[in-house]
């Protein structure tokens, strides 16, 4: 309506709406806003989105849903064309050969035990919340240690059992060491000036959280000396030094150019200084975790901000889950010594926290949950807040922010509605065509309102920096990349389910040419996504690890494509290169911030490494590769 339009805030399109029925306000429709800035735009995408969100749940809840039945030329206008990969169009219905097609395939693989049981009215209101709200609910099957466990790689014995469990790899690491005394590194004034000038262009313009007033104090209390007392403004201080080395050590890498001897040992300078301040922050936690405020909230946060540039994903986890339960609590009681911007600030670590829990369960499904998914339905969206002494920088910092809230909440609904354990829809072939195609619109409909500076091409002739004005753009690229390719994971399962372990000669002729666009839709997808990568500043300091892991599963499940010389003549000769593409990638990183590394990314490399050298085998054997493997 035109007063939740004019407010910014959500509408749930009735007459009148919540919203003015409870502030007692005319409700009305129709009216264009005075003013249409590129932020209304995002939110007008954000809410359109939504809206289809709620058509779809609508769909899905019916018990008609059950009662959905493919034919080959549904009644739909059209809507169910195929799909060529990167274009306008929506994906097919699956074909009379899919329908038929067996699941035994899949025995091996926890994908076997999604079903649909009957909802009772009590589970219902639960139900319904879930798709209210992006939620991406724990043990859900998209993940890369499940995609493992599909049993098309018990051709290949040695990627199994060589494979130990993300969790325990993290679990046995050694604690992060910690100095018996504090100490303080040295730092000029045009030091600290560059720390924070890189901390500005980096964490807080991906996570636009602090505020001007707040690098005004932190460079006051730096340049001025730290004082003795343990307090949380010089945790915060401390940390947005710790998190601008962090950004200086990992900054300038997309051009991938090797770095000189010289450049090297500056950046591990840059890190030690940065673990010296972090040090110092471990030795006074005690007093964030026993404040309830937005500047604790803020220090737990960055904590987790800098055990995620340490490759620690457990221990990030944690302050991740610590900052979002004071969020939680801020945000049902709030204080009334609180101001409007300590308001705006909690809301913006709420949603920074959303993005990176959500980013840590869709690797480690088991993680427990803060519960901040199941509110952010009610939750307002980033409002005004003074974060960059550049106006042209600060709106684009905000607006890029929307960009990743929204596509990291289209990324939830995906992995929810297809890959749940209990009630995704990727298995079953009477429903997942419909939630794919609507899945797929509404990603396309993501990329149609980014704004002039985040826009980018793709297609293999629009690969590297070049396709993308910006490097944020660049990222938001690899984002849309990773959703696409689940979306129309799909239809490659029941490929793959209805080829493997079965003998017929000539079952391959049994697809339809629509599904086959579908399965290329998500294999271009994979290698685009791997291609593309980048050392893009955030995916360095903040998704190493999560970005070794997706790569990973990225070359896993071109893998097992490659198996099936339908699919295997669909993928571009592209793939040859892409294992080294990788594997020079992660390794730079891990070289350039330094000891001790991840051995979970050491890992990923592994599999990577495997996954490349199995490839070529299928490539240089021919067709007859995969019936020597079994």
Not at 92 to 107: E, H, I, K, T
Request: glycine share 6%; proline share 5%; charged share 20%.
């Amino acid at each position: 309506c035109d007063t939740c339009r004019a407010r910014k805030i959500r509408c749930n399109g009735n007459t009148p709406c919540a919203s003015c029925s409870a502030s007692q306000q005319e409700c009305t429709y129709g009216s264009e806003a005075n003013s249409r800035g590129k932020s209304d735009l995002i939110l007008e995408g954000v809410l359109r989105v939504e809206k289809f969100l709620h058509e779809m749940k609508a769909t899905i809840v019916s018990p008609a849903a059950s009662s959905f039945h493919f034919s080959p030329n549904p009644s739909h206008d059209g809507v169910f064309k195929g799909a060529p990969p990167f274009t306008d169009g929506r994906p097919a219905v699956v074909s009379p050969a899919l329908r038929s097609a067996s699941r035994g395939s899949f025995s091996g693989s926890p994908l076997n035990e999604i079903h649909h049981p009957q909802r009772t009215p009590i589970s219902e209101p639960l139900y319904q919340n879930n798709y209210e709200n992006a939620v991406l609910d724990s043990m859900h099957t998209s993940t890369t240690e499940s995609i493992l466990q599909w049993p098309h790689f018990e051709a290949f014995p040695s990627m199994k059992d060589d494979y130990v469990s993300i969790f325990h790899l993290e679990q046995s690491r050694p604690a992060v060491k910690t100095r018996s005394t504090v100490m303080y590194p040295y730092v000029t004034a045009e030091e600290i000036d560059g720390i924070i000038e890189t901390f500005e262009l980096t964490i807080n313009f991906w996570y636009p959280t602090m505020s001007c007033g707040q690098l005004a104090q932190v460079r006051r209390l730096i340049s001025d000396g730290i004082p003795e007392e343990d307090s949380i403004l010089v945790c915060l201080a401390l940390l947005t030094m710790a998190l601008g080395c962090a950004g200086q050590v990992t900054a300038g890498l997309t051009t991938g150019t090797t770095l000189s001897e010289e450049e090297r040992k500056r950046r591990l300078a840059r890190r030690a200084m940065g673990d010296m301040y972090f040090d110092s922050v471990l030795k006074k936690l005690h007093v964030v975790h026993t404040n309830v405020g937005s500047t604790a909230t803020h220090c737990l946060f960055f904590t987790a901000m800098y055990f995620a540039f340490l490759r620690r994903p457990l221990q990030a986890w944690e302050y991740i889950n610590a900052a979002s339960a004071k969020c939680l609590l801020l945000l049902s009681y709030s204080p009334e010594s609180e101001s409007e911007e300590d308001q705006e600030r909690i809301r913006r670590i709420f949603w920074s926290c959303y993005i990176l829990e959500s980013d840590y369960l869709a690797e480690l499904n088991g993680l427990p949950q803060s519960g901040i998914a199941r509110i952010e339905s009610s939750t307002a969206l980033p409002g005004q807040y003074n974060t960059h002494r550049d106006s042209k920088v600060e709106e684009k910092s905000s607006l890029y922010f929307l960009a990743c809230i929204s596509m990291r909440r289209l990324l939830n609904r995906v992995h929810q509605l297809l890959y749940a354990r209990d009630t995704g829809t990727a298995l079953d072939h009477t429903r997942f065509p419909y939630v794919v195609a609507e899945l797929n619109h509404q990603l396309d409909e993501w990329r149609d309102v980014l704004p002039t500076a985040f826009k980018f091409e793709v297609g293999f002739n629009h690969i590297g920096n070049q396709s993308t004005p910006t490097e944020h753009g660049g990222f938001l690229r690899q984002r849309y990349l990773t959703c696409r390719s689940v979306i129309y994971r799909p239809y490659l399962m029941w490929m793959l389910s209805g080829r493997a372990g079965r003998g017929e000669a000539n079952s391959e002729l049994l697809i339809n040419q629509d599904s086959l666009n579908n399965c290329k839709a998500c294999l271009d997808a994979c290698l685009l996504h791997i291609l593309n990568l980048r050392g893009f500043g955030q995916t360095v300091l903040v998704d190493t690890w999560i970005c070794s892991l997706s790569m990973a599963g990225a070359m896993l499940v071109l893998l097992a494509a490659c198996r099936i010389p339908q699919l295997k003549d669909m993928i571009p000769s592209d793939i040859l290169g892409a294992g080294d593409h990788l594997k020079q990638l992660l390794k730079s990183w891990q070289s350039i911030m330094g000891d001790p590394a991840s051995p979970s990314v050491d890992q990923s490399i592994r599999m990577i490494s495997d996954a490349d050298r199995f490839i070529q085998e299928v490539y240089h054997a021919g067709d007859s590769f995969s019936m020597r493997r079994r």
